[in-house]
C-alpha cells in the first residue's frame, strides 16, 4: 500500500508539472526571482559604491571621497563624476521601475517568446537606464559648469540663497504642470504603458524601456535637480529624494501627494528666499 501511495503521488506530481497553467506559475515565478535578484543586486551595488563616498564626503574625505578635492577638473576626473551621477541614478531610480519590469516579464513569459523573458526584461531595464545615463551626463555638466560659475560650495550645495530657493521654486512649479502629471500617470500604470507602447523583439522591448526611462525622467529631472539644493552627496539628502520618488510613483494616492508636494516645495522655497 505504501509503495503504491508513493506512485499515485509522483505520477500526480507529474501530470500537475504537465498541467500548462501550473507550468507557467512555475515559470513566471522563476522568472521573477531572477529578476527580483539582479534588481536587489545591482541596486545594492551602486548604494555600496555612493553610501560610503557620501559618507565619507562629510567626513575626512581622505577615503572614496578624495578625488572630489581635486583643483582641476581634467578629463579623469569628468569620467568620474559621470560615474557617480549615473551610479547614484541608476540606484535612486530603478526601485521605482520593479513594478513595470515585473508586469512586462510576466507579458514576455505568456508570449512565443517566453523562454527568453529574462533576456527581454535586461533589454526593457537597459533602455530605462540609458535615459537615466543620458540624465547623469547633463546633470555633471551642469555640475561642472556651477562649479566653475562658483555657484556651488565645495560640498557640492548651492552656494548663494538665491540660487537654492530658485531651484526649489522651479521644482515645486513643475509638481503642478500638466506635463508633470502625464508623466506620472504612466510611470504609476506600467500595464497602460506596456499597451501602448507594445513593441516585439528584443530591440523592441529595449525601445519601450528607453520610452518608459523618457516618462520617467519626465516626471522626476526636477526632483533630481534639487540634490544641488540639500548637497550632491548628501546621504540623507539622496534617501529622501530616493523615497519620495517611491511614494510618488507607487502609493496609492501618489499624484495626490505630487499636488500637494508641490505647495510644499515651492514654500519650502520662499522661506529660504526669505530666512
Same mark, same amino acid.
Given at each position: 500500500?505504501?509503495?503504491?501511495?508513493? *506512485?499515485?503521488?509522483?505520477?500526480?506530481?507529474?501530470?500537475?508539472?504537465?498541467?500548462?497553467?501550473?507550468?507557467?506559475?512555475?515559470?513566471?515565478?522563476?522568472?521573477?526571482?531572477?529578476?527580483?535578484?539582479?534588481?536587489?543586486?545591482?541596486?545594492?551595488?551602486?548604494?555600496?559604491?555612493?553610501?560610503? #563616498?557620501?559618507?565619507?564626503?562629510?567626513?575626512?574625505?581622505?577615503?572614496?571621497?578624495?578625488?572630489? #578635492?581635486?583643483?582641476?577638473?581634467?578629463?579623469?576626473?569628468?569620467?568620474?563624476?559621470?560615474?557617480?551621477?549615473?551610479?547614484?541614478?541608476?540606484?535612486?531610480?530603478?526601485?521605482?521601475?520593479?513594478?513595470?519590469?515585473?508586469?512586462?516579464?510576466?507579458?514576455?513569459?505568456?508570449?512565443?517568446?517566453?523562454?527568453?523573458?529574462?533576456?527581454?526584461?535586461?533589454? +526593457?531595464?537597459?533602455?530605462?537606464?540609458?535615459?537615466?545615463?543620458?540624465?547623469?551626463?547633463?546633470?555633471?555638466?551642469?555640475?561642472?559648469?556651477?562649479?566653475?560659475?562658483?555657484?556651488?560650495?565645495?560640498? #557640492?550645495?548651492?552656494?548663494?540663497?538665491?540660487?537654492?530657493?530658485?531651484?526649489?521654486?522651479?521644482?515645486?512649479?513643475?509638481? &503642478?504642470?500638466?506635463?508633470?502629471?502625464?508623466?506620472?500617470?504612466?510611470?504609476?500604470?506600467?500595464?497602460?504603458?506596456?499597451?501602448?507602447?507594445?513593441?516585439?523583439?528584443?530591440?523592441?522591448? +529595449?525601445?519601450?524601456? &528607453?520610452? #518608459?526611462?523618457?516618462?520617467?525622467?519626465?516626471?522626476?529631472?526636477?526632483?533630481?535637480? &534639487?540634490?544641488?539644493?540639500?548637497?550632491?552627496?548628501?546621504?540623507?539628502?539622496?534617501?529622501?529624494?530616493?523615497?519620495?520618488?517611491?511614494?510618488?510613483?507607487?502609493?496609492?494616492?501618489?499624484?495626490?501627494?505630487?499636488?500637494?508636494?508641490?505647495?510644499?516645495?515651492?514654500?519650502?522655497?520662499? *522661506?529660504? +528666499?526669505?530666512?
Amino acid at each position: 500500500m505504501a509503495r503504491m501511495r508513493t *506512485w499515485r503521488e509522483s505520477i500526480g506530481v507529474r501530470m500537475e508539472w504537465c498541467d500548462p497553467k501550473t507550468r507557467l506559475e512555475s515559470l513566471l515565478l522563476r522568472d521573477r526571482w531572477i529578476i527580483g535578484v539582479t534588481l536587489v543586486l545591482v541596486t545594492a551595488l551602486c548604494w555600496a559604491w555612493v553610501a560610503p #563616498m557620501a559618507v565619507d564626503m562629510y567626513g575626512s574625505m581622505s577615503g572614496s571621497s578624495a578625488w572630489m #578635492m581635486t583643483k582641476k577638473w581634467d578629463l579623469t576626473h569628468q569620467v568620474l563624476l559621470f560615474s557617480m551621477w549615473t551610479v547614484m541614478m541608476i540606484g535612486m531610480m530603478l526601485p521605482s521601475a520593479t513594478p513595470a519590469l515585473f508586469l512586462y516579464g510576466s507579458v514576455i513569459r505568456k508570449s512565443p517568446e517566453g523562454e527568453r523573458a529574462p533576456a527581454y526584461v535586461y533589454a +526593457f531595464g537597459g533602455g530605462y537606464l540609458v535615459a537615466w545615463t543620458a540624465f547623469s551626463l547633463v546633470a555633471t555638466v551642469l555640475q561642472l559648469l556651477l562649479s566653475h560659475w562658483l555657484m556651488l560650495s565645495p560640498m #557640492m550645495e548651492a552656494r548663494a540663497r538665491w540660487f537654492g530657493a530658485a531651484l526649489l521654486i522651479i521644482g515645486g512649479i513643475y509638481q &503642478l504642470t500638466p506635463f508633470k502629471q502625464t508623466c506620472l500617470a504612466s510611470c504609476r500604470s506600467p500595464a497602460l504603458f506596456i499597451t501602448r507602447h507594445w513593441k516585439r523583439g528584443l530591440v523592441g522591448g +529595449f525601445r519601450m524601456g &528607453l520610452e #518608459m526611462g523618457w516618462y520617467c525622467l519626465g516626471c522626476c529631472w526636477a526632483l533630481m535637480l &534639487l540634490l544641488f539644493v540639500g548637497g550632491v552627496m548628501n546621504l540623507w539628502w539622496i534617501g529622501a529624494l530616493t523615497v519620495f520618488v517611491l511614494l510618488e510613483k507607487l502609493a496609492p494616492l501618489g499624484a495626490q501627494g505630487g499636488r500637494l508636494s508641490g505647495l510644499l516645495i515651492i514654500g519650502l522655497g520662499i *522661506w529660504t +528666499f526669505l530666512k
